[in-house]
Nanobody, 118 residues
Framework: QVQLVESGGGLVQPGGSLRLACAAS????????MGWYRQAPGNQRELVAA???????NYKHSVKGRFTISRDNAKNTVYLQMNSLKPEDTAVYYC????????????WGQGTQVTVSS
């Protein structure tokens, strides 16, 4: 059974930083492209950053230059370093396969809340 557990969220002031982590179990983590998604109240879940099995990255335009996605295959963990946070980054953040098909379809975790506010 696939399990994805996100952590690292919290309340931060505008301009601050957070580092999210997502620990995966039940899969051969290293062979999958992974992504960080977020969902703000009233909005659909959206992909903000992705990393291929080979380490290539891609970002939503609004976070490019501020967020960095990385992975540690030995630890089955994917990270999201978020700098220069803005109030519009406030959302629940999730990790999953990119795109979330196959095992990813039913493997959404509880996410981690990120709130950017003064």
């Amino acid at each position: 059974q696939v399990q994805l557990v996100e952590s690292g969220g919290g309340l931060v002031q505008p301009g601050g930083s957070l580092r999210l982590a997502c620990a995966a179990s039940g899969i051969s983590f290293r062979v999958y492209n992974m992504g960080w998604y977020r969902q703000a109240p009233g909005n659909q879940r959206e992909l903000v950053a992705a990393i291929t099995e080979g380490g290539r990255t891609n970002y939503k335009h609004s976070v490019k230059g501020r967020f960095t996605i990385s992975r540690d295959n030995a630890k089955n963990t994917v990270y999201l370093q978020m700098n220069s946070l803005k109030p519009e980054d406030t959302a629940v953040y999730y990790c999953n396969r990119d795109p979330p098909r196959g095992w990813g379809r039913d493997s959404w975790g509880q996410g981690t809340q990120v709130t950017v506010s003064s």
